[in-house]
């Protein structure tokens, strides 16, 4: 099927034209290139932390405005240059378009996407476009889950339960562990609590919490919340260890929140608990296909992630929603 907006030799897209603006454009299309495919978007997610920090204008390495968002594009391959392979009609999950008339930051939400193939994950069969596109964001805690090496059995302490927090939780608990979910607002810890996840509500100190939960202490302390004074006082978490012979080893503290600079580790209080400290790169192909057949095998489940979906033409009130701390997410139908 042919969309309008290739009929009218037009691409769509959401832009942060200046600090807390955000508007509609509209660019040519354009054909691939060789080794490219064109992806007609069905829907794309808001990775928030990332985003609502570039509409800040807070990103370390902003592009000037105007630029497209977003990283996070499901859609159809509507068309392909040569030496691709995939055919027409597959469904992928892609981070945006790689050419653009105004500059992306990473080109997200656009109706139409030029993509290279290596660039591109093929979404499994009964994978719902709106899942496949959480599963970008799903990828991002699942390299974190990778570099911690979990095992069976493991106590683990996810402090921030905004979306990524949220898929960090879930996903160790997937893997066996002892989950305990934190955050100081009530509806981030009502989404997190199942009968696999412990969620607590943050009213005085997250150490308080981790005693009571883990009197034992703990061996994986996850940070999702992008908040340095949250990161310093959730190291108070982990367990002081014992001088002398012991088997035990220091908890490995997982950086998984977005900063937008630098921050600072108080030396004497990881020497005290010998830290491992541990900081994900995004996500590599692996864990986006990873992530995706998990969701295809019914093993994670991210349904309720997708339900505040928004037309492009509402993303200026879909931002305003999340800057309010009113939804963890938003999803652009683009098929509207």
Same mark, same amino acid.
């Given at each position: 099927? !042919?969309?309008?907006?290739?009929?009218?030799?037009?691409?769509?897209?959401?832009?942060? $034209?200046?600090?807390?603006?955000?508007?509609?454009?509209?660019?040519?299309?354009?054909?691939?290139?060789?080794?490219?495919?064109?992806?007609?978007?069905?829907?794309?997610?808001?990775?928030?932390? $990332?985003?609502?920090?570039?509409?800040?204008?807070?990103?370390?390495?902003?592009?000037?405005?105007?630029?497209?968002?977003?990283? /996070?594009?499901?859609?159809?391959?509507?068309?392909?240059?040569?030496?691709? #392979?995939?055919?027409?009609?597959?469904?992928?999950?892609?981070?945006?378009?790689?050419?653009?008339?105004?500059?992306?930051?990473?080109?997200?939400?656009?109706?139409?996407?030029?993509?290279?193939?290596?660039?591109?994950?093929?979404?499994?069969?009964?994978?719902?476009?709106?899942?496949?596109?959480?599963?970008?964001?799903?990828?991002?805690?699942?390299?974190?889950?990778?570099?911690?090496?979990?095992?069976?059995?493991?106590?683990?302490?996810?402090?921030?339960?905004?979306?990524?927090? %949220?898929?960090?939780?879930?996903?160790?608990?997937?893997?066996?562990?002892?989950?305990?979910?934190?955050?100081?607002?009530?509806?981030?810890?009502?989404?997190?609590?199942?009968?696999?996840?412990?969620?607590? %509500?943050?009213?005085?100190?997250?150490?308080?919490?981790?005693?009571?939960? *883990?009197?034992?202490?703990?061996?994986?302390?996850?940070? /999702? !919340?992008? #908040?340095?004074?949250?990161?310093?006082?959730?190291?108070?978490?982990?367990?002081?260890?014992?001088?002398?012979?012991?088997?035990?080893?220091? !908890?490995?503290?997982?950086?998984?929140?977005?900063?937008?600079?630098?921050?600072?580790?108080?030396?004497? @209080?990881? *020497?005290?608990?010998?830290?491992?400290?541990?900081?994900?790169?995004?996500?590599?192909?692996?864990?986006?296909?990873?992530?995706?057949?998990?969701? /295809?095998?019914?093993?994670?489940?991210?349904?309720?992630?997708?339900? #505040?979906?928004?037309?492009?033409?509402?993303?200026?009130?879909?931002?305003?929603?999340?800057?309010?701390?009113?939804?963890? !997410?938003?999803?652009? @139908?683009?098929?509207?």
């Amino acid at each position: 099927m !042919t969309s309008v907006a290739s009929r009218l030799g037009q691409v769509t897209a959401i832009a942060f $034209t200046a600090v807390n603006s955000v508007e509609i454009v509209g660019m040519p299309l354009q054909e691939p290139e060789e080794g490219e495919y064109r992806v007609r978007a069905e829907v794309s997610a808001v990775s928030p932390g $990332t985003e609502l920090r570039c509409l800040a204008g807070m990103q370390q390495t902003p592009p000037q405005f105007p630029f497209i968002p977003g990283y /996070a594009l499901v859609g159809i391959v509507e068309s392909a240059g040569d030496g691709t #392979n995939l055919p027409l009609g597959t469904r992928v999950l892609c981070d945006g378009t790689r050419r653009s008339s105004i500059p992306s930051m990473w080109g997200g939400h656009v109706s139409h996407a030029l993509c290279r193939e290596a660039s591109v994950t093929v979404v499994p069969d009964g994978v719902w476009p709106e899942s496949a596109a959480i599963a970008k964001l799903a990828a991002i805690a699942q390299r974190g889950v990778d570099v911690s090496h979990p095992q069976p059995g493991e106590r683990v302490v996810v402090i921030g339960l905004g979306l990524i927090g %949220l898929l960090s939780a879930r996903l160790f608990a997937s893997e066996g562990c002892r989950v305990l979910a934190m955050d100081r607002l009530p509806q981030r810890v009502s989404a997190a609590r199942s009968p696999l996840i412990s969620a607590r %509500l943050i009213k005085s100190t997250a150490a308080e919490l981790v005693r009571d939960e *883990f009197p034992e202490g703990i061996d994986i302390l996850v940070d /999702a !919340t992008g #908040n340095e004074q949250a990161l310093l006082s959730s190291i108070e978490c982990c367990p002081i260890l014992p001088f002398g012979d012991t088997r035990r080893e220091g !908890t490995r503290l997982v950086i998984q929140g977005s900063y937008p600079g630098s921050f600072t580790i108080p030396y004497q @209080d990881a *020497f005290m608990r010998e830290l491992t400290i541990l900081v994900p790169r995004d996500t590599r192909p692996v864990d986006k296909r990873a992530v995706l057949k998990a969701i /295809a095998e019914g093993r994670l489940d991210v349904h309720d992630l997708a339900n #505040n979906r928004f037309c492009p033409s509402e993303a200026a009130t879909a931002y305003r929603q999340l800057q309010s701390g009113e939804i963890s !997410t938003a999803l652009f @139908d683009w098929r509207s």
